[in-house]
Structures are given as structure tokens and as C-alpha cells.
T-cell receptor, first 113, second 110 residues
Framework: EAQVTQNPRYLITVTGKKLTVTCSQN?????MSWYRQDPGLGLRQIYY???????DKGDVPEGYKVSRKEKRNFPLILESPSPNQTSLYFC????????????FGSGTQLSVL | GNSVTQMEGPVTLSEEAFLTINCTYT??????LFWYVQYPGEGLQLLLK?????DKGSNKGFEATYRKETTSFHLEKGSVQVSDSAVYFC?????????FGTGTSLTVIP
């Protein structure tokens, strides 16, 4: 089954404790991206990647890191999480980027205390 | 810059009513436009898209037309069902960046 898999589904952590949210897709997609969803703000793009070893900033990259060492994986790293990063996070992929539809994962609800 | 503005909700309709959710955009160049739908506890799913001016996207009875002169991409459905209850997001892509509206929650009552 074609899918984007994110883990974990829920995560509670404390300020400053490094964490990684994993994202994997099995569709051989070139493009992968991360978003955060906040009430009243919709989805905002954090980072995106057009190919292995190629990453670019979205609208809200501060406080986040990503890497794309393999085509199928695109982890989101919070080196020193803060409470304002409490949000619902989505990973998404598409075959060729902006012209193609995005396939979304089920989301990761992150709470930073 | 690029941005999407969509009508605020929540919207509550009776079954078989007509639905319109307004969406306008600001973009440099020629963006592609999308409507995504989110059901509770799930990620977003593509509902329809249009990639150039005057294109009409359609799916499951929903339609939206890419209007460059009014920079709009309004979502319409002639007769909504209870199963259409969800949150709807208008979005644009410019280059390889995506921009989403704030979402409109729709509840359809029997």
C-alpha cells in the first residue's frame, strides 16, 4: 500500500531535550516536506526536499533541522525544543514537487513542556 | 509574497444544501491551486487541483475553477452529504513551496 509513515504518533517532551520525528515513504517520490498545523494558522511549511542531499527552507524553518540521506526518509529534528514548537506535525511527499498532489502522513502531535 | 485566504468557519449546512467555500490567493508567477480535505485524526487528502488559469478541477461532486482575473479558487458542491463533514484547505504551490489557508470546518447535519 502506498503510504507516508510518521513516528511517533504522539510525543510529550521537555524543553531542551533533542528529539527526532521520522518520516518514510514507499512511493519512490522525489519530493518530501514537513508542515506544522496550528489553530487559526492552517498548515505552514517548515522544510522541503527535492532530492537526496537537497533541502530548502519553507516559511517557518527556525528551530528545526532536516536531512535527506536516503530518498525514502526525511526526519525532522528539533535540537532544543521549546514550548512554542508544541504543534501537530505532518510529513508529506509527492512525485515531482509543486505540480503534483501531496501524500500526507497521519501526523505527530508534539507537546513541549 | 505568496499567501492564501479562505473564508472562516465553521460552516454548518443541512444535507443536500449548496456549498461554497471562498478562497483567494496572492502569488507571483503562475501557481498551481489545490483543495485538500482533512477528516478527524487523519492527514490531508487531495480533493481537486488546477494548474493553469480557467482550468476546472472536480472530484466527488466538488468543483473549483482557477480564476486568474479575480485570483480566486472557490470550492462548490451542489448537494452536500453528512459524509462531507471535514475541514477543507485551499492551497497553492509556487515553485516547490506550498502555502495553505487556515482551513474551513464544515459540518453537515441530516
Amino acid at each position: 500500500e502506498a503510504q507516508v509513515t510518521q513516528n511517533p504518533r504522539y510525543l510529550i517532551t521537555v524543553t531542551g531535550k533533542k528529539l527526532t520525528v521520522t518520516c518514510s515513504q514507499n512511493m519512490n517520490h522525489e519530493y518530501m516536506s514537513w508542515y506544522r498545523q496550528d489553530p487559526g494558522l492552517g498548515l505552514r511549511q517548515i522544510y522541503y526536499s527535492m532530492n537526496v542531499e537537497v533541502t530548502d527552507k519553507g516559511d517557518v524553518p527556525e528551530g528545526y533541522k532536516v536531512s535527506r540521506k536516503e530518498k525514502r526518509n526525511f526526519p525532522l529534528i528539533l535540537e532544543s525544543p521549546s514550548p512554542n514548537q508544541t504543534s501537530l506535525y505532518f510529513c508529506a511527499s509527492s512525485r515531482l514537487g509543486g505540480l503534483e498532489k501531496l501524500f500526507f502522513g497521519s501526523g505527530t502531535q508534539l507537546s513541549v513542556l | 509574497g505568496n499567501s492564501v485566504t479562505q473564508m472562516e468557519g465553521p460552516v454548518t449546512l443541512s444535507e443536500e444544501a449548496f456549498l461554497t467555500i471562498n478562497c483567494t490567493y496572492t502569488a507571483t508567477g503562475y501557481p498551481s491551486l489545490f483543495w485538500y480535505v482533512q477528516y478527524p485524526g487523519e492527514g490531508l487528502q487531495l480533493l481537486l487541483k488546477a494548474t493553469k488559469a480557467d482550468d476546472k478541477g472536480s472530484n466527488k461532486g466538488f468543483e473549483a475553477t482557477y480564476r486568474k482575473e479575480t485570483t480566486s479558487f472557490h470550492l462548490e458542491k451542489g448537494s452536500v452529504q453528512v459524509s462531507d463533514s471535514a475541514v477543507y484547505f485551499c492551497a497553492l504551490s509556487a515553485g516547490n513551496q506550498f502555502y495553505f489557508g487556515t482551513g474551513t470546518s464544515l459540518t453537515v447535519i441530516p
